[in-house]
């Protein structure tokens, strides 16, 4: 069982949704990063998300956008990257997902970034512009490697290929809460609740849901109707506004905190 499976099932035992936080890496320097994943873990978070910067995202709202230049202008690398997760490992044994998009993949080598980033203890790497039916190699590279593959579902997947996404996917099946970029939005799209039921009927994997959670209200939404709830934006928006100041650990701690809280269910919920 992967650490990214383990933290949704003990979450799951606990009655609870799993808590997903993305931050850049590399934002605004890869020395707050290592800081930052322990901070951040302890506040609450099940999985970390690292977002590796690259100058022609895919899927990136402004906010993460801009999260990700900060890092390139940083000096941030992929190398970068994956020290920075080795060091992380060594102190913290929290679950970290990449997400990034597949050219740096290629350029660092296939089967050389999956081995790379297992030997650096990273869980599994969340691909945001490759078609799971186009990612033989990768899938190869990864399962060598026991990393987890987690593919995006969004509101517009067709049942058809939803199926299809969800056989290739391992650790948890990332539900996008709506059409569009990542950001922040007001609130929950109305049929999450039906394409959540969908794909329990096609995948027993765990379902996160993100893409626009911000709030408090908004994970304890998404953990009442999937297995946990994903929130980044808000997150790098604090980082964007305290930088390397030793009090974006502490506002990080307690916004993190906050949306942890949010992750416990009422009773009968699911």
Known sequence: MSRITHAFAKAQEE????L????TAGDPNLAVTRELVPVIARAGADVIELGMPYSDPLADGPIIQAAGQRALAAGTTVKGVLQTVHDIRSRCDVPLLFMTCYNPILQHGVADFAEDAAD????GVLISDLPPEEADEWTTAASDCALDRVYLIAPTTPPARARVIASRTSGFVYLVAR???TG???ELAPELRGLV????????LPIAVGFGL???????????IADGAVVGSA??????????????????QQFVGSLAQATRREAGTT
């Open 20 to 23: 997903v936080v993305y931050i």
């Open 15 to 18: 009655g609870r949704g799993a």
């Open 120 to 123: 650096a203890g990273l869980d």
């Open 197 to 204: 039921a969908h794909i329990r009927e096609v995948s027993n």
């Open 235 to 252: 997150v790098v928006e604090i980082i964007a506004r305290l930088g390397g100041a030793e009090d974006v650990f502490y506002a990080v």
């Open 184 to 186: 922040a939005s007001a």
């Open 214 to 224: 911000r709030e408090p209200e908004q994970v304890r939404a998404a953990c009442s």
């Open 179 to 181: 059409t569009g970029v």
